[in-house]
């Protein structure tokens, strides 16, 4: 039941994409738009793990996950969003995934850590200039050490081995840049 879940859940994001409207005609009340404005003051909810967009019996709906119903989520969780339903799902808890199966997109060495930003080299001894990438973390990149255990930004240092993959676009530069979405620490 899950998996198609999160099937309405892509399926709803990619209508919501394509401009669909609400009964109002109101382009600033597309479905999407409504989540984002009203997503954080949602997971501030607690016990709320996230928020998504689905049909419910035909309508696009807004739904909320929790890993939980309580008497707060019924109390503070809205029955509905600027004219769209609210619907309330129980998922449980939700944890980060593990390493991630395909190829990291680089593998080296920390050779600079300054803020959230990270220089990594493939090798860095290479006078002719081996794969480098600038990497940003984010509050969205995970940490997670060679047992799949979570690290955090302060567990980086510079000469560490890691793996690490990118999300979003890579500017191809020299070195390439790329925001982490997962790094691991290696022994």
Do not use: F
């Not at 769209?84 to 129980?90: H, I, L």
């Amino acid at each position: 039941m899950r998996g198609l879940h999160g099937l309405l859940v892509v399926a709803g994001m990619l209508i919501s994409l394509t401009g669909c409207e609400n009964s109002s005609g109101d382009q600033d009340d597309i479905i999407l738009t409504v989540k984002e404005r009203h997503e954080a003051e949602l997971m501030i909810i607690p016990g709320v793990v996230g928020v998504g967009i689905g049909e419910v019996n035909g309508t696009e709906t807004i739904i909320v996950y929790v890993e939980k119903k309580t008497p707060l989520v019924d109390r503070e969780v809205p029955k509905e969003l600027k004219g769209y339903p609210v619907v309330v799902e129980v998922t449980g808890p939700i944890v980060a995934l593990g390493i991630p199966a395909e190829a990291p997109y680089i593998e080296g060495r920390i050779t600079a850590l300054e803020n959230n930003q990270i220089l990594v080299e493939a090798n860095p001894a290479e006078t002719s200039g081996s794969a480098k990438a600038s990497l940003r973390l984010t509050d969205s990149s995970r940490i997670l050490r060679h047992s799949g255990a979570v690290a955090r930004p302060s567990d980086l240092r510079v000469r560490q081995r890691l793996r690490v993959w990118v999300v979003g676009p890579v500017m191809e530069s020299y070195p390439a840049q790329a925001v982490a979405a997962v790094i691991v620490i290696e022994p």
